[in-house]
């Protein structure tokens, strides 16, 4: 779109002329010279996300507290990927990395772990732990990477919430609470970062068949979990990175400050058994 007068504001025909034209959608979904920090990135949805990122055309820092999985996962994309080892819970190594890692266009946190435990039964440990590895690191992400971003005047901001901070968390309580507080994290920090062309969103999973998750369950649970939702499938960690890639995404240009639930339709499911409810009865 030209204006008559270069530097002066776009009329409103102007803006609504713009705004007709046809948007190349694949040219939006790329990334291409774009570079991304992905915190979790060697293991599960992180591996998947990294990956993602990197098929996209992005140059991708895969960040892990374990070398070797950080590593793996680098080699595994090839060129265009390098690996790091940062404790994303240190305000001193989250800064490190905001001002070392060169350039950057957003960052991917998929950190967090649930402890299963009920309230009564939480320590003061458990519960401190359980923000660190839930919410601290998010904290930080926001307050080192998302002052850069608004700096530079763009950029994206990327969690992984949990449906747990959307309901009740029976059994994993701190997790479900310091997940609801990431899901307020990221509207404050929109709204926040929003001037600066930031955007900051989040994914919500359900139960996702992640390689931890596959160690501790059966079939039997599996196949539980797979029941719990209306779509006759289990969500993988390939599903996670495709809602994460497109928040990343130009195709979410106007989205910001949305938690965006990847969980086969779980939560939508009704609470109540209709059995015995024919159709017509009036239930007044």
Aim: without cysteine; glycine residues 12%.
């Amino acid at each position: 779109m030209t204006t008559e007068n270069p530097g002066t504001t776009p009329s409103v025909a102007e803006l609504v002329e713009a705004a007709e034209e046809i948007t190349d959608l694949p040219a939006r979904f790329r990334l291409d010279g774009r570079h991304y920090v992905v915190l979790g990135g060697g293991r599960g949805m992180g591996r998947h996300t990294s990956h993602s990122l990197a098929q996209l055309g992005a140059r991708v820092v895969v960040v892990d507290a374990d070398r070797e999985r950080a590593g793996a996962v680098a080699a595994e994309i090839g060129a265009g990927a390098t690996a790091r080892v940062v404790d994303a819970t240190s305000d001193t190594d989250m800064a490190a990395l905001a001002r070392d890692i060169g350039k950057v266009d957003g960052v991917v946190d998929v950190i967090g772990i649930a402890r299963y435990k009920t309230l009564l039964d939480v320590s003061e440990q458990d519960w401190m732990w359980e923000h660190d590895i839930v919410l601290r690191h998010a904290w930080l992400t926001v307050r080192h990477f998302g002052r850069r971003l608004a700096e530079q005047g763009s950029g994206t901001l990327t969690f992984v919430a949990s449906v747990s901070g959307l309901s009740s968390a029976p059994g994993h309580g701190a997790y479900g609470v310091f997940k609801a507080g990431l899901v307020s994290l990221v509207r404050t920090a929109a709204v926040e970062l929003g001037p600066g062309g930031v955007r900051v969103n989040a994914v919500a999973p359900g139960f996702v068949l992640t390689p931890r998750m596959a160690d501790v369950l059966d079939s039997r649970q599996l196949e539980n979990s797979r029941a719990a939702a209306p779509l006759p499938r289990l969500t993988t960690p390939s599903d996670i990175a495709a809602g994460i890639t497109f928040l990343v995404s130009d195709l979410a240009a106007a989205v910001t400050g949305q938690t965006l639930v990847i969980d086969a339709g779980a939560t939508s499911s009704y609470p109540y058994r209709m059995q015995g409810f024919e159709s017509g009865t009036d239930g007044r």
